[in-house]
């Protein structure tokens, strides 16, 4: 971790701007579904709660495109912070307007102020300067705990580093120690599960992970591309077939990089996108015309937790099926046990994954379950971060 966190600063009685990931799902009525976000963020807060600052926090919420929607209101997030820090978050009405504005003035150390959703201003997004300038006044030091938009230079995530001394937070450090740690310096044998849909959406991580990796599984949609490669029939599972020729040199470099390639030699096939399909299970060789793969089969799951045991450092990415539909999940969770018993270093990549174990129950069972979707994505492809970039060297 080469950048400063909130230890490596004098943050004693000084106002703290901090750039949380609030980004939660709500249901109809704006109730919070899952507060693993907020959650995450708590340990940092209290830090500088001990520290006697005065707090002023600061997210987005949803794709609310520059406009004032009362349904991507932060509302919520006040109320549920509240009772999690067991202390009022007091909110404001907009973001860097009267309201806001005249709450921040009148903090007193130890009070926590949270502004209104970021995005309600279109200026936000476009790293707009004069925005940052305005959201940076609200601080002396400026601390980046989002690490789900550490990937994006937006204005309260990179904008604001031109005007205040800029630290991470313990989230960003903690994700950044362990993605970090796993991908360029980890114990051996690693091993990376990789699933999902698409090769296409992959393609960087799989690139990257290969010049690293012991043994890359691959499951999920994005096996039958490579199926389709070799020369399988798939039926109507989901296939790139502009991407045929990329998965055939997929495969040729990890042969010559002396990585297992793995992917799934049987698989369970439904015939229509419905909870409750007809389905079997097929050699992956022989999918029939008519039927769609949504599961790796039960021979691919003793092979592949054969596999995971030997490993030392495991980094998963992407579900092995339709896990939403139950049927479909036997992979997915199958896997997620196996994982949870295994004594190594284990990493979720974030995203679908993440929501995966979360279901399953076993997300206590993991070293590391990252927050962020698609940073965490182009984290593995070994892409730099705006967000952590901006942030103060040690």
């Known amino acids: 971790m080469s950048k400063k966190t909130i230890k490596d600063i004098d943050l004693k009685g000084k106002k703290v701007l901090v750039r949380c990931d609030f980004n939660v799902p709500m249901d109809e009525n704006q109730n919070i579904t899952d507060n693993t976000r907020i959650v995450a963020a708590i340990p940092t807060i209290k830090y500088l709660l001990e520290n006697n600052c005065k707090v002023v926090l600061c997210s987005h919420l949803g794709r609310p495109k520059g406009e004032v929607k009362k349904e991507f209101s932060l509302k919520p997030v006040a109320k549920e912070l509240s009772i999690l820090l067991n202390k009022e978050v007091i909110m404001a009405e907009d973001v860097i307007g009267e309201d806001a504005k005249a709450k921040a003035e009148n903090l007193k150390n130890g009070d926590i102020l949270l502004l209104e959703n970021l995005r309600f201003h279109r200026e936000e997004t476009d790293n707009d300067p004069e925005f940052a300038k305005e959201l940076a006044s609200f601080g002396e030091i400026f601390v980046n705990d989002a690490f789900g938009t550490a990937h994006r230079a937006h204005a309260s995530t990179e904008g604001v580093t031109k005007y205040l001394p800029a630290v991470s937070g313990f989230l960003i450090e903690k994700e950044l120690k362990f993605l970090g740690e796993a991908i360029t310096n980890p114990e051996r044998p690693f091993m990376a599960i990789l699933g999902g849909k698409k090769v296409s959406d992959k393609i960087g991580v799989i690139e990257n992970l290969i010049e690293k990796v012991d043994t890359l599984l691959i499951g999920g949609a994005m096996a039958y591309t490579f199926f389709k490669a070799m020369g399988y029939e798939v039926g109507n599972s989901i296939?790139?077939?502009?991407?045929?020729?990329?998965?055939?040199?997929?495969?040729?470099?990890?042969?010559?990089?002396?990585?297992?390639?793995?992917?799934?030699?049987?698989?369970?096939?439904?015939?229509?996108?419905?909870?409750?399909?007809?389905?079997?299970?097929?050699?992956?060789?022989?999918?029939?015309?008519?039927?769609?793969?949504?599961?790796?089969?039960?021979?691919?799951?003793?092979?592949?937790?054969?596999?995971?045991?030997?490993?030392?450092?495991?980094?998963?990415?992407?579900?092995?099926?339709?896990?939403?539909?139950?049927?479909?999940?036997?992979?997915?969770?199958?896997?997620?046990?196996?994982?949870?018993?295994?004594?190594?270093?284990?990493?979720?990549?974030?995203?679908?994954?993440?929501?995966?174990?979360?279901?399953?129950?076993?997300?206590?069972?993991?070293?590391?379950?990252?927050?962020?979707?698609?940073?965490?994505?182009?984290?593995?492809?070994?892409?730099?971060?705006?967000?952590?970039?901006?942030?103060?060297?040690?």
């Open 239 to 394: 296939c790139e077939l502009d991407k045929l020729d990329l998965a055939k040199e997929i495969m040729e470099k990890a042969k010559e990089k002396n990585v297992k390639f793995m992917l799934p030699v049987d698989t369970k096939v439904g015939k229509e996108f419905d909870e409750n399909t007809e389905s079997k299970t097929v050699l992956s060789s022989e999918i029939p015309a008519g039927w769609e793969g949504f599961d790796i089969g039960p021979e691919t799951i003793k092979l592949y937790s054969e596999e995971l045991k030997k490993a030392k450092t495991i980094v998963w990415n992407g579900p092995l099926g339709l896990f939403e539909f139950e049927q479909f999940a036997t992979g997915t969770n199958s896997i997620a046990k196996i994982l949870s018993e295994i004594d190594a270093v284990k990493i979720i990549g974030g995203g679908d994954s993440a929501a995966a174990v979360e279901k399953s129950g076993l997300a206590d069972k993991f070293t590391h379950i990252s927050t962020g979707g698609g940073a965490s994505l182009e984290f593995l492809e070994g892409k730099k971060l705006p967000g952590i970039e901006a942030l103060q060297d040690k």
